[in-house]
Structure formats: structure tokens, C-alpha cells
């Protein structure tokens, strides 16, 4: 069975504790053994909501982890070989069995990942992303996402994103409970749109805290690779060699603008009051501040 425009249909999602896997990518039973893993100093775990600069660390990640020599990381299809989500079938089997040091993503929430990240093991880097421009890029997403529903609309995927009834689920809930942990861990909090604003200072910050010593040669190369605008043109990178079944880039590009206040561009006015009206209720006790526009950066 085909869709309309030719792809397999969608994958369903799938409730498990609160959470939303995906049907055929996740499995719950597997899911539930990632908390039980042990975890050493080197390991690290990039935490993100889905659509969050996901990709753009792993590019980072490897490229300190490289001394910034984009050579050293292209041999294979795609970046997420060399970084794996660690919630995909299979993946947590390897992570057991995987040399050091261990680099992973993830899109999980706080009570799915490894108990001894608490004790102080491994690190935590968790990337937000002002959750307006997050919508409209997982909105985009999910046409190409063939693992994913396609939207109906863009008015009705708002509402679904609102209720927390994607991949991912509620993205205040996601945020607010790492935010909540960060203490408890040996946790980078950064933003993407501090990324954008100064990638150099950005990849410092991270260098420093995974205790990386690089030269200012090899940290220039670690962001001239990591730009938007350079990555595009890294198949690895920018996910070009992953297999049609998975991603239609035929329909649209998986780097599509890596900007902010691309929202303005599709929220009506109606929609931006009352999803302004959800932030201040859900992230009041919360002291994390976005950029909304690039504007804001003049």
C-alpha cells in the first residue's frame, strides 16, 4: 500500500508512560532497559525535543571529538552511525558493547535514561529550542518523516503539538522535567538560538565542558564545519544518504532553514496569543528565556 504521493504509510505512535514512541523505530520493553545501563565518565548523552539542533551537535560532537578534521568523520552515510540515537531498536545493545568514548542522542524524557547519570557518570548536554520555531520545522518534518504522520494541515498539526500528541509528546513537559534534574547531573544547558547567535563562543562552551584541549585551529575547523550553511553540503551531515524509506527528499529538504522566527511566517495572530498564553502558564516557575526573532540579536 502506497500513500497519495507514493510513500509507504505512516508509522503510528505508540503511548508508553506518558510518553509517545514510534511504531517499528521503538520498542517499549527496550526502551524501559536504557535506565539500567551503566555509564562511564566518557559517555555522553545529547538530550533534545525532537527538531531541536539534534543533528547540528552531532556534527559538533564529532568534529571535537576529530580535532576538527571532517576527514576523520566521513566515512560513513550518515552522522547518526557514529552518533545513534539511543532509543532506536538495537541501539541500546550496542551501547553496551560500544568503546569509548560513547556518543549518544536522544529524544526521551528524564525517567527513561540511564539511573547512574544521577550518580554523576557520563554527561548530559541538553539543547532547547524556542519551542514556536520548533513547531514549524517539526510541521515540515513530518512530510518528509515517513516514520511520521503526515500532517492534515498546518492549523490541525498546531493543535496536536499543543496537546502533546506527537513524537516526543508534551515539549513543556519535556523540557521542564531535564530542567528540573539538571542539578542532579553533570549537565551543559544551551540554546539553539545561542548556537545561531555565536557558534565560536557555542562550540568553547561545549569543548570546555567535555574537557576537550583543542588548538584555535582545530576549534575554527570544528565551527566552519558545524554552520548551517556547510553542513548542507556534508551528506553525512545533513542525512542526504539516508535510505527514501525513512526520509522523502524528494518532498523536502531534512536541513530546511535553521533560522529563528521562521513562526512568524505561519503563525495567525490567534495562534501566536494562545500559544503564548500556554508558555507563560506551563514555563512560569521556570527561569529559561528564548529568542523569538533574530531580530532580537540586532
Not at 186 to 211: C, H, P, R
Request: proline fraction near 5%; aromatic fraction near 12%.
Amino acid at each position: 500500500m502506497e500513500l497519495q504521493d507514493g510513500r509507504t504509510p505512516n508509522h503510528q505512535l505508540v503511548p508508553h508512560r506518558g510518553f509517545s514512541l514510534i511504531c517499528g523505530i521503538h520498542d517499549p520493553d527496550d526502551v524501559d532497559q536504557i535506565c539500567n545501563l551503566d555509564v562511564t565518565d566518557s559517555d555522553v548523552f545529547v538530550v533534545t525535543y525532537p527538531k531541536s539542533g539534534t543533528i547540528w551537535m552531532q556534527q559538533i560532537l564529532l568534529l571535537l571529538e576529530a580535532g576538527g578534521d571532517l576527514n576523520a568523520i566521513s566515512q560513513h552515510s550518515s552522522n547518526a552511525d557514529l552518533v545513534p540515537w539511543i532509543e532506536i531498536n538495537g541501539n541500546r545493545q550496542a551501547f553496551m558493547s560500544a568503546p569509548p568514548p560513547r556518543l549518544r542522542v536522544t529524544h526521551l524524557p528524564y525517567q527513561f535514561l540511564p539511573r547512574a547519570l544521577t550518580h554523576k557518570k557520563g554527561k548530559v548536554i541538553y539543547v532547547a529550542r524556542n519551542p514556536k520555531d520548533v513547531l514549524v520545522s517539526y510541521f515540515y518534518f513530518h512530510k518528509v518523516a515517513n516514520m511520521l504522520e503526515t500532517p492534515q494541515s498546518f492549523d490541525d498539526f498546531f493543535e496536536k503539538f499543543l496537546r502533546g500528541e506527537v513524537f516526543g509528546s508534551s515539549w513543556f513537559d519535556h523540557i521542564k522535567t531535564w530542567f528540573s534534574h539538571k542539578e542532579d547531573m553533570n549537565m551543559l544547558f544551551i540554546t539553539y538560538e545561542e548556537m545561531i547567535q555565536d557558534l565560536q563562543a557555542a562550540v568553547e562552551k561545549i569543548s570546555v565542558f567535555l574537557g576537550k584541549d583543542l588548538c584555535e585551529e582545530q576549534l575554527a575547523s570544528v565551527v566552519e564545519h558545524s554552520t548551517f550553511s556547510n553542513m548542507r553540503k556534508i551528506p553525512q551531515a545533513s542525512y542526504q544518504k539516508v535510505p527514501e524509506e525513512l526520509l522523502s527528499h524528494r518532498v523536502g529538504m531534512f536541513m530546511r532553514r535553521g533560522t529563528i522566527g521562521d513562526w512568524k511566517n505561519h503563525f495567525t495572530v490567534a495562534q501566536n496569543q494562545r500559544f503564548d498564553q500556554v508558555f507563560h502558564r506551563e514555563m512560569k516557575d521556570f527561569p529559561i528565556s528564548f529568542i523569538w526573532d533574530i531580530k532580537d540579536f540586532q
